[in-house]
């Protein structure tokens, strides 16, 4: 008995898990692979993924509850990764995706800084960069800023934001 409450222990604090179910990354964590972030309320997830059929990969924000995946938000849309043992980290206050190769791929591009950040995916689907782990101090970087070809309910669009939009940009 005590064996397999042992082994037990060891499973669960020592072997990193597939899937954080958590809603935040912390400066000394990264996902990879299937490892994904979960809103609190459970409607939105975060992780790698493949659109369709292609072989590459990209970080995004999708629906949870939804049976099929509906992407609502992507990093990386530029530069296609091919390989799901990149990262998503946090580095030097930034929230930066590695590629296989430790290549930096995409990034928040904040100055940077030594103050730890954590990184919260809310249950209105916004990623939210914050420095500390206090979740009332301000963010310093959010994907709401930096819409891809959705918007969600609750997104606040910029005058600045329905121009570039009404431009193509």
Do not use: C
Not at 96 to 113: A, G, M, P
Not at 128 to 133: I, Q
């Amino acid at each position: 008995m005590i064996l397999i409450v042992s082994q037990l222990l060891f499973y669960f604090f020592i072997i990193p898990p597939l899937s954080y179910g958590a809603d935040t990354l912390n400066a000394n964590q990264s996902i990879s692979g299937n490892q994904t972030l979960v809103s609190l309320d459970g409607n939105f997830e975060m992780g790698f993924f493949k659109p369709g059929k292609s072989p590459n990969y990209y970080i995004g924000i999708w629906y949870k509850k939804v049976s099929t995946r509906t992407i609502v938000w992507v990093a990386n849309r530029e530069t296609r990764i091919s390989d799901s043992s990149s990262k998503l980290k946090i580095m030097d206050g930034n929230l930066v995706l590695l590629d296989e190769s430790n290549i930096q791929i995409w990034s928040t591009n904040i100055i940077s800084t030594t103050t730890p950040a954590s990184v919260v995916l809310h249950d209105d689907g916004n990623l939210v960069l914050r420095y500390g782990s206090n979740i009332s101090s301000p963010p310093i970087w959010q994907s709401f800023d930096h819409p891809t070809h959705t918007l969600l309910p609750r997104y606040e669009v910029t005058i600045q934001q329905a121009y570039e939009y009404e431009a193509g940009y």
